[in-house]
């Protein structure tokens, strides 16, 4: 198969490699490589339409969080299985031929474990910085357990023409769950890869029965299990007519004011 390079960068020690959909070669039986769909870019410019199926990107990875086509809700890959939690709270097993614009994932595989309790979702942050202090890395963060006062939200399926996604972002439903078992399935990426992708922490959570789920505002762990798998190398398709633009270049303000809530993104 041709191999269709567009972009192959460096930012410090992360290798970000940027294909066509066409002839794409990601390896998924490679590790510590991460594999992205779309850019926040081309979100936040509300291309809201992806050409990139969730089979094909379960095909690169077990683990990862984004959204389907058209902002249909807030996507979960866990396991190998796509959940997709919906504006009204609903969560439904994605159908594999869906396309999305914006997804992460990797083949999860843990490079360090530990037990954590009676903290919140800041200090999960900070337990991460610690454990992975070089800035440059991409981690995968999973936290299984309990969790108490959890804050969730998720976005609205839009219509063509699209708007901005500052402008979706303003009415999207948020609620509260005050005890849940489940999992949190998230990244930390580096700052440098704004533009890209959302710089630092980014959860979405999916309880254990499968019942509640969404992106992640803000929470407090009781007891868990945190696993963490660090890539230094990711790979990103474009869809058509979408470029890499200049990674680490982005309007921070815009990516703070559509993360709002979260932990400011900074
Ligand atoms: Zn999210």
Not at 184 to 198: H, K, N, Q, S, Y
Request: with cysteine.
């Amino acid at each position: 198969m041709a191999r269709d390079i567009i972009d192959d960068r460096l930012l410090g020690a992360l290798h970000i490699k940027a294909l066509t959909h066409q002839g794409f070669i990601h390896d998924p039986s490679q590790e510590h490589t991460a594999f992205q769909v779309g850019t926040l870019d081309a979100l936040m410019e509300g291309r809201f339409d992806g050409d990139t199926t969730i089979g094909e990107v379960l095909s690169h990875g077990d683990f990862g969080i984004g959204t389907v086509q058209h902002l249909g809700g807030e996507l979960i890959i866990l396991d190998g299985d796509a959940f997709v939690v919906k504006s009204d709270q609903q969560i439904i097993n994605v159908e594999h031929t869906l396309q999305t614009p914006f997804a992460v994932v990797c083949r999860f595989g843990a490079d360090a474990e530990h037990e954590i309790a009676d903290i919140d979702d800041t200090e999960i942050y900070a337990y991460v910085d610690a454990l992975v202090p070089d800035p440059m890395t991409i981690v995968a963060v999973k936290v299984h357990g309990s969790f108490r006062d959890l804050l969730l939200r998720s976005i609205d399926e839009q219509q063509e023409p699209f708007p901005l996604l500052s402008e979706v972002v303003k009415d999207q439903s948020e609620w509260s769950v005050r005890r849940a078992h489940g999992t949190l399935v998230g990244f930390r990426f580096p700052d440098r890869t704004a533009g890209i992708e959302i710089p630092g922490y980014h959860f979405h959570f999916i309880s254990s029965d499968r019942k509640v789920g969404g992106h992640l505002v803000r929470c407090g762990v009781v007891e868990a299990h945190i696993a963490l798998d660090s890539s230094e190398e990711l790979h990103v398709e474009l869809p058509l007519g979408v470029g890499l633009g200049t990674p680490g270049v982005a309007d921070r303000a815009a990516i703070r004011a559509i993360e709002r809530g979260t932990h400011g993104a900074t």
